[in-house]
């Protein structure tokens, strides 16, 4: 009976989990329906707002942008793949 109990628990947990893990790419990039830009100017659009960009990647419809800000501190953007405009700040570790 407990590991029936703990099973239907596990179940809805994850059930109700899922739909915010989904979801969570839309948050941070926005709507990326369209052409998607150049990364070279993803990278120039982004060394405009005084980042020195090192590496860009596209993870799950963002284009996550590693960089080195004006304080000389590593960071990374999530950067809108269509508008190029830069959603989410994290410090860099």
């Known amino acids: 009976m407990k590991k029936l109990l703990i099973l239907s628990t596990s179940a809805v947990t994850l059930a109700l989990s899922s739909p915010v893990l989904a979801s969570d790419d839309d948050a941070y990039c926005g709507k990326t329906e369209g052409q998607p830009m150049q990364l070279e100017a993803v990278k120039a659009k982004v060394a ?34 269509v508008s190029g405009v830069i ?3 994290e410090n860099g570790s």
């Open 48 to 81: 405009e707002k005084g980042y020195e960009v090192r590496r860009i990647k596209r993870e799950d419809g963002c284009l996550e942008v590693y960089a080195i800000d004006k304080n000389r501190a590593r960071v990374e953007l999530y950067v809108n793949p």
């Open 87 to 89: 959603v989410k700040t």
